[in-house]
């Protein structure tokens, strides 16, 4: 028991560094690579990756057209858009903020939860949690919008990103039940096709990648997205969602403290501030309240 406790903590603090660095891999990318390059590349790698594992199983993928319609929905909301808005907003934004206003998903997955999924109610504790999450948010973009132009946009799009993961969330309890690992696979094949003639008629040509930036986004399809998945149901699978849910506290850590140290990004106390008020609005929303017996 002991031993699989320790193997499910592994593989949760392997996702958690596979995520919270991939803002800090994505921020190496942008250098000299366009955000819908970085997506394109991003969404083929990790789809070669899945579709092996897939392979390897011996699964089938499923041919009903309308199943395929809720992977094309969930490509959009989880995976083609919001990839886009991340890459293209840390191009003024840094890692370490990209991925302290991500921290909010969770919060905005309760928000949609309770209008659009059965026994999923605000209390007290939500709508106090949602409030501080927002406040910490606040403090976090209040410089970036004050100065208007690009960094405001660029803020935004990094929120909306955060919020298209929420509804993505909420989608995948609504839409039908499949084979996680081939619906994850479905997925990404959606999302890859969606992305391929944006990439064929919006991206510049670049002759001047660099090798880091190369480096960075072959790594961003493989780990964060591809590997990372397999991890993901590993640890459904394994230990259940509430013990996933722990990684909503430790991604953004990852992310705020990666991008601080291995790229110089600057710290304030402000930033710390915003932190651990989203963080707390976080736990605050997990206090269960006691309903009397019926």
């Not at 990318?29 to 955000?35: E, L, Q, W």
């Not at 997506?39 to 499923?62: D, K, M, N």
């Not at 403290?257 to 990004?265: K, V």
Request: charged share 10%.
């Amino acid at each position: 028991m002991a031993r699989a406790s320790l193997l499910n903590w592994a593989l949760l603090l392997s996702l958690v560094a596979l995520w919270g660095t991939s803002f800090l891999i994505i921020a190496i990318s942008v250098r000299t690579i366009d955000p819908i390059s970085i997506v394109f590349y991003r969404l083929v790698l990790g789809t070669l990756v899945l579709a092996l594992v897939v392979y390897a199983r011996g699964e089938t993928v499923p041919r009903k057209l309308r199943i395929w319609g809720g992977f094309l929905l969930m490509a959009i909301a989880g995976n083609a858009l919001p990839f886009f808005l991340i890459s293209w907003g840390q191009q003024t934004v840094n890692s370490g903020i990209a991925g302290m206003i991500m921290a909010i998903m969770p919060l905005m997955t309760m928000l949609f939860a309770h209008y659009l999924v059965e026994g999923e109610t605000l209390n007290r504790y939500k709508l106090i949690g949602f409030t501080l999450g927002i406040t910490g948010i606040t403090l976090l973009l209040g410089p970036v919008f004050e100065g208007g132009g690009r960094e405001f946009w660029s803020g935004l799009a990094i929120f909306t990103a955060a919020t298209c993961y929420a509804v993505n969330t909420i989608l995948i309890k609504r839409l039908p039940r499949f084979s996680p690992m081939v619906g994850a696979c479905g997925v990404l094949v959606m999302a890859s096709l969606l992305i391929l003639p944006f990439w064929l008629l919006l991206a510049p040509e670049n002759n001047s990648i660099s090798q880091d930036s190369m480096i960075a986004v072959i790594w961003l399809g493989i780990g964060p997205t591809g590997i990372a998945t397999i991890i993901l149901f590993a640890v459904i699978d394994r230990a259940g969602p509430t013990f996933l849910s722990t990684i909503n506290y430790l991604v953004p850590v990852v992310a705020f403290f990666s991008g601080a140290w291995l790229l110089s990004e600057p710290v304030s106390w402000q930033h710390f501030v915003a932190l651990f008020t989203i963080l707390g609005g976080i736990g605050i929303t997990r206090i269960r309240t006691h309903q009397a017996p019926r």
